[in-house]
Nanobody, 121 residues
Framework: QVQLVESGGGLVQAGGSLRLSCAASGSIRSISTMGWYRQAPGKQRELVALITTSIGSTNYADSVKGRFTISRDNAKNTVYLQMNSLKPEDTSVYYC??????????????WGQGTQVTVSS
């Protein structure tokens, strides 16, 4: 059993900052990738940022480049998303996703429950 628990969402004014955290726990052999996605009402879920746990390579959506920073703490199986210069269009439910090896060489996707981020203008 694997669980992803997110925290750090909330309400912030435009131009402000928030830091999201996501901790993975359970029967984990290894984690290859962790990332953040978001979904606004009436829209599809979209990638925000990804990070590989091995070498820490990152990938960002164009809309957040230069404002958001993803990082990880492998010892804690935790990924963070530092969000600066927030805009009203960043308002969404943010979901953590991890690609986790439960059985040898068998990887599966796991999702967190989501955390609401609301940016007021």
């Amino acid at each position: 059993q694997v669980q992803l628990v997110e925290s750090g969402g909330g309400l912030v004014q435009a131009g402000g900052s928030l830091r999201l955290s996501c901790a993975a726990s359970g029967s984990i052999r290894s984690i290859s990738t962790m990332g953040w996605y978001r979904q606004a009402p009436g829209k599809q879920r979209e990638l925000v940022a990804l990070i590989t746990t091995s070498i820490g390579s990152t990938n960002y959506a164009d809309s957040v480049k230069g404002r958001f920073t993803i990082s990880r703490d492998n010892a804690k199986n935790t990924v963070y998303l530092q969000m600066n210069s927030l805009k009203p269009e960043d308002t969404s439910v943010y979901y953590c996703k991890a690609v986790i090896e439960i059985l040898e060489r068998a990887y599966s996707d796991y999702w967190g429950q989501g955390t609401q981020v609301t940016v007021s203008s």
